[in-house]
Nanobody, 121 residues
Framework: QVQLAESGGGLVQTGGSLRLSCAASGSNFVINTMGWYRQAPGAQRELVADVGSGGSTNYADSVKGRFTISRDNAKNTVSLHMNSLKPEDTAVYYC???????????????WGQGTRVTVSS
């Protein structure tokens, strides 16, 4: 079993910055992809950004150039630096990890509990 613990989030004005962090804990696993999704009120959950174990990154078009995802494989952590925040970035942000058990090689996806980001206009 893997647990994801998120931190960061909060209330910020338009144009401000926030940093989200997520740490994975547990035993007998490795992480393939870690990332962040978000869900705004009345909307579906959507990918914000993710990063593979080799460092390759993927961003939603709406956040490219404003958000930066980073990862520390040794600590099993992922961070999301959010700059130039807009009211449309307001959502609950969820950390995500695709894991593989060791041994066994079984895949499993895990989610954090979510952290709220509110951008005021």
């Amino acid at each position: 079993q893997v647990q994801l613990a998120e931190s960061g989030g909060g209330l910020v004005q338009t144009g401000g910055s926030l940093r989200l962090s997520c740490a994975a804990s547990g035993s007998n696993f490795v992480i393939n992809t870690m990332g962040w999704y978000r869900q705004a009120p009345g909307a579906q959950r959507e990918l914000v950004a993710d990063v593979g174990s080799g460092g390759s990154t993927n961003y939603a078009d709406s956040v490219k150039g404003r958000f930066t995802i980073s990862r520390d494989n040794a600590k099993n952590t992922v961070s999301l630096h959010m700059n130039s925040l807009k009211p449309e970035d307001t959502a609950v942000y969820y950390c995500y990890a695709e894991t593989v058990t060791t041994p066994g090689g079984y895949f499993a996806d895990y989610w954090g509990q979510g952290t709220r980001v509110t951008v005021s206009s």
